[in-house]
């Protein structure tokens, strides 16, 4: 069965199974944005971009289905977005868990958060863009495998059970 059609708590037993770590990371970036003032649009669309596809199948809460409902131009504004440090700086801890979840289950998506969180891109939004691009490009390919620990890239360490 392909990711995006495994129920949530499937895929947070096997992360339980492969390491408290990947039990822990996985369970706090199902979270989403913990926003102390209101929510804006903004907060929603970093959480179906960066969240949901983590949820996979949820009957609970927002999940894969409002990703894939995204189009990449969707995606490359919110990351446009967050190319602005200010930006960047109010959902850094949040991201920092989505990176830590995605180093687990695909390391290329982290690459990919580490990149956008850890570089100064304003004024950049040519290179906003292309990491979203490849972003959409590793998530996808997360979806659509059917092993939910990668280790092939360099993954945490581990073995699926």
């Not at 390491?19 to 003032?37: H, T, V």
């Not at 982290?110 to 304003?122: K, R």
């Not at 040519?126 to 092993?147: F, G, I, M, P």
Request: with cysteine; proline share 2%; net charge negative.
């Amino acid at each position: 069965m392909k990711n995006q059609d495994k129920p949530w708590i499937e895929v947070m037993e096997i992360c339980r199974n492969h390491s408290k770590e990947a039990l822990w990371a996985y369970a706090s970036a199902l979270r989403g944005p913990d926003i102390m003032e209101s929510i804006t649009m903004n907060d929603r669309r970093l959480e179906t971009i960066f969240t949901c596809p983590l949820r996979v199948r949820n009957e609970i809460f927002i999940d894969v289905k409002e990703y894939k409902r995204l189009s990449l131009k969707d995606i490359e504004s919110v990351f446009i977005y967050l190319s602005d440090t200010n930006n960047k700086y109010k959902y850094l801890h949040y991201l920092e868990y989505v990176r830590f979840a995605w180093s687990f289950l695909n390391p290329k998506v982290a690459d990919i958060l580490s990149e956008l969180m850890g570089t100064i891109l304003d004024e950049q939004e040519d290179r906003a863009k292309a990491l979203a691009c490849k972003y959409k490009e590793y998530v996808d390919e997360w979806l659509n495998s059917e092993r939910v620990i990668n280790q092939e890239y360099g993954g945490a360490i581990g073995e699926e059970k």
